[in-house]
C-alpha cells in the first residue's frame, strides 16, 4: 500500500548530512546512466485563477522511482513493480535537497581547505544552504549579508547558536565577497547582488536563489572568470538560468561551456582544476532531486513505521 509523508515527517527523516549522501549517490547514477530527468519544471496557470501549479519528474532506477512533483504533492511510484507507492508533500523535500545539492557541488568544486564563506540572502532557502555547506567543509567563518541590518544580524545570530560556528553579519556584498573562499548567493534579486570582479582567485560561487530567466543573481563577470561552470542540468537551465541565458545572448558564454554536476561526481569532469580556478554551480532545482530524496525517505519510513498508509 502507498504511504503518505507530511512535511513534518520528512523533516524528521532526512537529515542534511544524510541528504547530500542521497544527491551524492543520485549524481552518481546518473553518471552510470541510471537517472531520466522526464520534465523540467513547467508552470501552468488555469485560466481565471492565480494559482500556478509547477510540476516536474523524472526516473532514479538505482532507487526503483519514477516520480512526478506537483505543487502540492508528489507521487513517487516503484520502477520493479509500477505501483504507486508514496504521497509526499514537496516543501521539505524541495527544501532540504536543495541545500543538499549545494553541498554536493561544495564538495566538489571548492578547494578542500575552504573555511571562509560568504553568504547573501537571509530567507528560508539560505537555511539549508548554511547547514549544507557546514556539512561538508571545515567552516571557521561564515559572514551574512542582506539588505535589512535587522535580517541579517537576526539570521547570523540563529545560524550561529545552531552550528557553533563563527557567522557574523556584515554591512554590504562586498564585505561578504571578498577574502571568501565559498560565496553563496541565496536570493530572489532580479539584478546581480554582487560584482564579480571582487572574487578571489580559488573562489567557489554559487548561484541557488533563482530559476526564471526573468531574473540574474550572478553577473557577466563572475561568469566570464569562471574556469568551470556547472548546472544541475544544462538542459533546464537553459530554459530557466537568466543569468546564463543572458550571457549566452551577449556572446560572452557559450552553453558548451557548462557541464551537469553528473559529470563532476561521476569523475569526468574535474570540479577543481587549480587552486587560483573560480568555479560557478548553477542550481535549478531538478525532478530528479525529488524522486531521489522521496524514495529515501520512504524507504525509512517504512523501516521506523511513520507515515500514513493509505487504502490503495
Given at each position: 500500500?502507498?504511504?503518505?509523508?507530511?512535511?513534518?515527517?520528512?523533516?524528521?527523516?532526512?537529515?542534511?548530512?544524510?541528504?547530500?549522501?542521497?544527491?551524492?549517490?543520485?549524481?552518481?547514477?546518473?553518471?552510470?546512466?541510471?537517472?531520466?530527468?522526464?520534465?523540467?519544471?513547467?508552470?501552468?496557470?488555469?485560466?481565471?485563477?492565480?494559482?500556478?501549479?509547477?510540476?516536474?519528474?523524472?526516473?532514479?532506477?538505482?532507487?526503483?522511482?519514477?516520480?512526478?512533483?506537483?505543487?502540492?504533492?508528489?507521487?513517487?511510484?516503484?520502477?520493479?513493480?509500477?505501483?504507486?507507492?508514496?504521497?509526499?508533500?514537496?516543501?521539505?523535500?524541495?527544501?532540504?535537497?536543495?541545500?543538499?545539492?549545494?553541498?554536493?557541488?561544495?564538495?566538489?568544486?571548492?578547494?578542500?581547505?575552504?573555511?571562509?564563506?560568504?553568504?547573501?540572502?537571509?530567507?528560508?532557502?539560505?537555511?539549508?544552504?548554511?547547514?549544507?555547506?557546514?556539512?561538508?567543509?571545515?567552516?571557521?567563518?561564515?559572514?551574512?549579508?542582506?539588505?535589512?541590518?535587522?535580517?541579517?544580524?537576526?539570521?547570523?545570530?540563529?545560524?550561529?547558536?545552531?552550528?557553533?560556528?563563527?557567522?557574523?553579519?556584515?554591512?554590504?556584498?562586498?564585505?561578504?565577497?571578498?577574502?571568501?573562499?565559498?560565496?553563496?548567493?541565496?536570493?530572489?534579486?532580479?539584478?546581480?547582488?554582487?560584482?564579480?570582479?571582487?572574487?578571489?582567485?580559488?573562489?567557489?560561487?554559487?548561484?541557488?536563489?533563482?530559476?526564471?530567466?526573468t531574473k540574474r543573481e550572478?553577473?557577466?563577470?563572475?561568469?566570464?572568470?569562471?574556469?568551470?561552470?556547472?548546472?544541475?542540468?544544462?538542459?533546464?537551465?537553459?530554459?530557466?538560468?537568466?543569468?546564463?541565458?543572458?550571457?549566452?545572448?551577449?556572446?560572452?558564454?557559450?552553453?558548451?561551456?557548462?557541464?551537469?554536476?553528473?559529470?563532476?561526481?561521476?569523475?569526468?569532469?574535474?570540479?577543481?582544476?587549480?587552486?587560483?580556478?573560480?568555479?560557478?554551480?548553477?542550481?535549478?532545482?531538478?525532478?530528479?532531486?525529488?524522486?531521489?530524496?522521496c524514495a529515501y525517505v520512504?524507504?525509512?519510513?517504512?523501516?521506523?513505521?511513520?507515515?500514513?498508509?493509505?487504502?490503495?
Amino acid at each position: 500500500m502507498a504511504l503518505f509523508l507530511s512535511n513534518d515527517d520528512v523533516a524528521a527523516l532526512l537529515p542534511m548530512k544524510e541528504c547530500i549522501e542521497v544527491m551524492e549517490d543520485l549524481f552518481q547514477q546518473e553518471a552510470r546512466g541510471l537517472v531520466l530527468n522526464h520534465r523540467s519544471r513547467e508552470r501552468q496557470r488555469w485560466p481565471g485563477s492565480n494559482v500556478t501549479a509547477t510540476l516536474m519528474g523524472g526516473t532514479v532506477l538505482g532507487s526503483e522511482a519514477h516520480g512526478i512533483r506537483h505543487s502540492s504533492v508528489t507521487l513517487i511510484y516503484n520502477t520493479t513493480t509500477g505501483k504507486l507507492d508514496g504521497v509526499v508533500e514537496p516543501g521539505n523535500i524541495s527544501w532540504i535537497r536543495t541545500g543538499a545539492s549545494t553541498g554536493v557541488a561544495a564538495k566538489y568544486m571548492s578547494k578542500p581547505t575552504a573555511s571562509v564563506v560568504g553568504v547573501i540572502g537571509t530567507g528560508r532557502q539560505a537555511v539549508t544552504q548554511v547547514e549544507a555547506l557546514c556539512a561538508v567543509r571545515d567552516i571557521s567563518l561564515m559572514k551574512i549579508y542582506s539588505r535589512s541590518e535587522d535580517n541579517r544580524v537576526k539570521f547570523a545570530d540563529t545560524m550561529r547558536e545552531r552550528h557553533g560556528v563563527e557567522i557574523v553579519p556584515v554591512a554590504t556584498a562586498e564585505e561578504a565577497v571578498r577574502g571568501s573562499d565559498i560565496v553563496c548567493a541565496i536570493t530572489n534579486a532580479p539584478e546581480p547582488v554582487f560584482n564579480g570582479e571582487w572574487l578571489e582567485p580559488g573562489t567557489h560561487v554559487i548561484a541557488a536563489g533563482i530559476n526564471t530567466w526573468t531574473k540574474r543573481e550572478v553577473d557577466e563577470a563572475t561568469i566570464d572568470r569562471a574556469s568551470l561552470i556547472v548546472c544541475d542540468n544544462v538542459e533546464q537551465a537553459k530554459i530557466e538560468c537568466g543569468e546564463l541565458m543572458y550571457a549566452a545572448e551577449r556572446g560572452s558564454f557559450r552553453w558548451q561551456q557548462a557541464h551537469d554536476l553528473s559529470e563532476v561526481v561521476g569523475g569526468k569532469v574535474n570540479g577543481w582544476p587549480s587552486d587560483d580556478a573560480i568555479t560557478l554551480f548553477e542550481s535549478q532545482g531538478i525532478g530528479i532531486e525529488d524522486v531521489a530524496a522521496c524514495a529515501y525517505v520512504l524507504k525509512k519510513a517504512r523501516e521506523r513505521g511513520i507515515g500514513i498508509e493509505l487504502p490503495f
